[in-house]
């Protein structure tokens, strides 16, 4: 099926389940509604299929009449997508801004299980699933009237970084993305980044650094490329425990707090043809004390895009920042999480301009 009429199918489908979904989502138990000076609020629902619907969150300039819009895909974590009136933090600092000085309306959907969402559990949520659920954003996105549907931005942050290029992909209206965090390499390369950064920043000695990665690299084989789950892998060499419990983020049924489906699922896409797809400007940002990714999987981006289309992407670093918005002394500060301060100011300038200039 050819990629303009897979999304229109997706989006004739996704249309009759939202007129089909109630429109009274009941919000949860103690939860605040989000307020921003200029900014109307509209809280929905998204009908993906089983009966399940997924909050959605609109927001546009007060009085607006079809301002651009962009559509946040999120990161890996199960933690909300609302802006909490009563914390801080940088990822909150940076979705405020976009929300109340880009002049752009901005849709975000809550993952499964999440907030008001249905379905879920959350942890156990798989990649494709998840990519569905975006996707099906997206299409609903696209039949409102009340927004220009022929300026859209996909904003990915994080994972919701690499999901962008395939959400964005083939869609028409769309004429930007932004990537914040996330690169294009394959799970398994991003794991082994991951690890050795963790290994270089820390307190390892650099005499055993390369012997771990061989042994993380064996564990990655199993779990990433061959699709075993790590119980099994573990159950059939007792010694890889060892190793399994080695790599940060690891317990006995998930790993970053998430299925090992959603990990192998990740493995299997191929997030370079998708960006290789896109044919808008882009781009893609990282911050220079971000150990949970790689400045070459991020400038590998710009290079696929502007392989197909010269000039099309920018790569861009934020200096002293991590993966949170987070300013730190130094590198080593920035993995220990010691003495940082919230400041997403320098990217949202950066952010800003661009949406400005589109």
Request: with cysteine; charged share 25%; aromatic share 8%.
């Amino acid at each position: 099926m050819r990629p303009i009429i897979s999304f229109i199918v997706v989006l004739t489908l996704t249309v009759f389940c939202i007129e089909a979904a109630a429109a009274d989502l009941p919000r949860r138990d103690g939860a605040h509604d989000e307020s921003h000076p200029g900014i109307d609020i509209e809280y929905d629902s998204l009908d993906v299929g089983d009966g399940i619907r997924l909050r959605t969150i609109l927001t546009k300039p007060a009085g607006a009449e079809r301002p651009p819009v962009l559509l946040f895909v999120q990161w890996l974590s199960c933690s909300t997508v609302e802006i909490r009136p009563d914390r801080d933090n940088g990822w909150l600092q940076m979705m405020r801004g976009i929300v109340r000085d880009s002049g752009w309306a901005v849709m975000r959907t809550e993952k499964r299980g999440v907030g008001d969402s249905e379905g879920g559990p959350c942890p156990a949520l798989d990649y494709e699933t998840e990519l569905a659920d975006h996707r099906a954003a997206m299409a609903a996105l696209a039949e409102r009237t009340d927004v220009d549907t022929s300026r859209i931005v996909v904003f990915g942050a994080s994972m919701g970084s690499r999901m962008a290029s395939q959400v964005a992909a083939d869609v028409p209206g769309i004429v930007g993305v932004l990537g914040w965090g996330g690169g294009s390499k394959t799970w398994f390369e991003r794991m082994q980044a991951f690890d050795r950064n963790a290994m270089e920043l820390g307190n390892t000695d650099v005499a055993e650094i390369a012997t771990r990665m061989r042994e993380h690299q064996a564990f990655y084989t199993q779990y990433l490329l061959q699709g075993i789950d790590p119980p099994a892998i573990i159950e059939a060499d007792p010694a890889m425990a060892t190793i399994w419990s080695d790599i940060i983020g690891t317990s006995t049924d998930a790993h970053y707090g998430r299925a090992f489906a959603f990990h192998q699922q990740a493995q299997e896409q191929d997030w370079t043809a998708a960006w290789g797809r896109i044919a808008v400007p882009v781009l893609v940002v990282m911050g220079e004390y971000d150990w949970f990714e790689n400045q070459a999987g991020h400038e590998t981006v710009a290079r696929i895009v502007n392989r197909q289309r010269p000039g099309l992407a920018r790569f861009e670093v934020i200096p002293k920042t991590d993966h949170h918005f987070t300013v730190f002394p130094d590198a080593r500060a920035a993995f220990r999480d010691d003495g940082g301060q919230p400041d997403a100011r320098p990217f949202l300038e950066l952010a800003l301009a661009w949406l400005r200039n589109l």
